[in-house]
């Protein structure tokens, strides 16, 4: 009789070596990430929102707002993505659901269904510049811009975080194919 | 570069983009009583015109939402984008 081995919880990359040079790659450890479904006309939906992050809610595709250890950013007219803590997953769903109450939203943990990829380096906007369409001049996607885009053939959510530094959202399944291209496309550079 | 203005997010390249056909054909509310030459013409028959389409895009690799826009089927010049729900550009002809 088969005996199968006990599943252990991985990161999509954790086999791959790093990039390590004038350019680095390396997979971030897992953060909290929340999908957020909801109507930003629906006040019962604005305020739920706002009890727990301080400000007016994002309407803006692109525009995000950090409240403590968390960050809420608007991927489209009626979703935005809550980044958190892992820990803070679970008490944040519940506080979210229970806010909700009765109006039309949802609020979902998509923590493991994306992983993250931190590009560092003098000529990160030069690697970027290789995979997506995307305008990643200094001037046209500032330090603290963030956009859904595409890169390669994936779709990634960019953050700029500083100048010499960009973090890629993208879909497990898509994270190694994304990895290896940034590999490729840094090899000019880290000579 | 070809860039497509998605009501959302702006101008972005076409790559983010995908085309799914004419737009603004709505479902028949008769079903019950249609028979297959006029569920055939809902489901598969479209205009194919030379000139001004109103089609439907998604922009995939951006926000993911739907919305129309006009094109020039004969030149490939976009000459309007407005979301779902809004009815298209009543000048379109002339622009043309
Ligand atoms: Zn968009």
New binding site residues.
Partial sequence: MNTFPTPVARTPLADLPLLLGALSLEERPLSGKVSLRGNAGDSAFVEALSARFSGALPTQ?GQRVESGQASLWCLGPDEWRLQCELDAVEDTLAQLRDAFGQCHASAVDVSDYYTELALSGQATRDVLAKLTPLDVSAEGFPAGSQAATRMAKCSVLLHMVRDDQAVLCVRWSHAEYLWDYLCEAAREYNH | MFLIS?P??GERDQTEFHCHGEAHIARPENSLEMDDAAWGDYVFFRKNVKGVHLERWT?DH??G?WFNAARNTATDEFLAFYKPGEAPPADLERVS
């Fill in positions: 595709v | 998605c959302w997010c922009h951006g926000c939402r």
